[in-house]
């Protein structure tokens, strides 16, 4: 009984893990997730170092916050029935 939840937790919550490492690593398609260069934070640096960044946050919030509103409204007027 407890195996097929440890399978389950093993496949979708602990190997996708390997893939947040990316964030912190210059992938290479020669190197792989494992033989790729480590950068630490350098990305997240130059992320926040650009000055497109206010917007995309901005643009994100906008519809995130419109869509959350269109979607309440909308399932008040007409509800799932």
């Known amino acids: 009984m407890v195996i097929p939840v440890l399978l389950w937790y ?13 964030a912190f690593k210059t992938y290479t398609y020669k190197g792989g997730i494992f033989g790729s260069p480590w950068v630490g ?3 997240f640096a130059e992320l926040f170092q650009d000055t497109d960044v206010l917007r ?3 643009n994100s919030l906008v519809f995130f916050l419109g869509t959350t509103v269109f979607c309440c409204c909308s399932t008040r007027c007409f509800p799932i029935k």
């Not at 093993?10 to 990316?22: D, E, H, S, W």
Request: aromatic share 16%.
């Open 10 to 22: 093993a496949i979708f919550c602990y190997l996708p893990m390997y893939g947040v490492t990316l």
């Open 41 to 43: 934070l350098a990305h």
């Open 56 to 58: 995309a946050v901005k």
